[in-house]
């Protein structure tokens, strides 16, 4: 299913958009798909959205990730986590065209909400050692499942990663490498069903340089800020997107 050719005037609206997307992604790691998700199906089916959405989501997130130590450090770390979340995100993008997830929604931005609110007032307790395993497991597959179905798979990843206790930069790097991959997992899926046509692939690759500009932006606002501040505003980020959330799983 390919998204018309827009007009100038929408053009210039997604170049708008992504940019501002951008500078989120780049202060705060995360943002582009529930900013522009909600925006886009305003404009596209919202299937034709999430198509438009992944090659920016893609590039972003490969930027992100090779910033700082080797990937691959990450991806031994976190050794569980990618395998059944990119599985879990593959599948379910294929089978869940018809899938409702209001329901889903409601419950993971309450999830988000109750944690960030939590976390603001007293830091919610670390992951032991003992349970690693099975967070990486649990956070794996719910990422996957909300993923696949809305195209945002990253509060069950960011609640796990908050209670690691991560350096501000090996938050950022971390939440890169498992963006970069959730969301080509992701983008197979879609294409794999039909929603990446050529005039949608074409538009998706001229919006990666107002997300690439925004986001060189945004890094350099996070700079200024030490690890406490940056993650009070990262945990209020989170307390919104959950809210909004709630909202579109109650509200539709």
Same mark, same amino acid.
């Given at each position: 299913m390919a998204a018309p050719m827009p007009e100038h005037s929408e053009i210039t609206l997604l170049i708008g958009l992504f940019f501002g997307a951008g500078i989120v992604k780049g202060f705060f790691g995360i943002g582009i798909p529930p900013i522009l998700l909600g925006v886009l199906t305003f404009i596209y089916d919202p299937r034709q959205a999430l198509a438009l959405m992944l090659i920016p989501i893609v590039a972003s997130n490969a930027r992100q990730a090779l910033v700082g130590i080797s990937p691959f450090e990450i991806l031994k770390k976190h050794v569980w986590f990618l395998p059944v979340s990119s599985l879990t995100i593959f599948v379910t993008a294929y089978v869940s065209g018809?899938?409702?997830?209001?329901? %889903? %929604?409601?419950l993971?931005?309450?999830?988000?909400s109750l944690?960030?609110?939590?976390?603001?007032?007293?830091?919610?307790p670390p992951i032991g050692t003992a349970w690693l395993v099975p967070a990486q497991l649990m956070s794996?597959?719910?990422s996957g499942l909300l993923g696949g179905m809305s195209g945002i798979w990253g509060p069950p990843m960011m609640?796990?990663?908050?209670a690691l206790r991560l350096p501000k930069a090996e938050l950022i790097q971390t939440i890169g490498v498992f963006f970069f991959l959730l969301s080509v997992f992701m983008a197979l899926g879609v294409a794999a069903v039909?929603?990446?046509s050529k005039s949608t692939v074409a538009l998706a690759l001229a919006l990666i340089v107002p997300v690439?500009?925004?986001?060189?932006?945004g890094e350099a606002m996070r700079k200024n800020l030490d690890d406490a501040r940056f993650l009070r505003w990262l945990l209020i980020m989170f307390l919104a997107l959950g809210l909004n959330l709630i909202r579109r799983g109650v509200l539709g």
């Open positions: 018809g899938v409702a997830t209001s329901i %889903l %929604l409601t993971t931005g309450a999830a988000m944690f960030a609110i939590t976390s603001l007032i007293d830091r919610a794996g597959v719910l609640i796990y990663l908050f039909g929603d990446m690439f500009i925004g986001m060189a932006i």
